[in-house]
């Protein structure tokens, strides 16, 4: 039997002795080898041995070429680093057979690596926030990641020490402007006092 169905039996003599499901009935005794075929999917091949007075059942499930393509390719993609390709070609292969597996975990690493990579961008950057967000996105996909967990530990100690450093600057800024506004009020104060003081001797001089 075969998931689809309809798969062509052949033995290794290429006598074609049906589609699945199928019942072989007068084997002899002996080992058989047989090759399930089926359009748009990966030939199988199934060995039976067959003894007397016995029965023997075979069931497998045919893997779509499509997917096996598609699984090749998302492969070969991330061999290549070139995860958006990796990403389409895992995606392919999970509409050729919906909740795979293999197709899954191949997708959540494209997508891992991909922010991994504009991670390591973004710190080049000194942007370490927009580098933080990238790196939780991976450990979301990939929450084994030794990178990403240290890159994400190196980036929030940097961004804490950038944010140290403007802080400071801005309480400096901040004392700057708070001293020229004294020292701009004190002239302002000696100005008026001067006037009055030379109106003062004016008055006194009549």
Known sequence: ETEPSGATVVSSDNHEWGVTPLTL??????????????????????????????????????????????????????????????????????????????????KRRAVGLNHLREARDLGKQGDYMGGIKKLQLVVDEMPDNEEAKQLLTSYTERRGKLEAEQARREAEARETQNRSTQIANIQGWLEEWSGRAVDNARSFAR
Do not use: C, M
């Open 25 to 106: 009935s007068g084997l002899k005794p002996s080992t058989w080898q047989f090759v399930l075929r089926h359009e748009g999917y990966e030939p199988v091949r199934a060995t039976l041995e067959i003894a007397g007075n016995q029965t023997r059942t075979f069931r497998t499930n045919l893997v779509s070429t499509t997917y096996v393509g598609a699984i090749k390719s998302a492969r070969d993609y991330l061999a290549a680093e070139n995860y958006p390709e990796a990403y389409e070609a895992a995606v392919a292969a999970l509409r050729a057979q919906p909740n795979d597996e293999v197709a899954n975990s191949l």
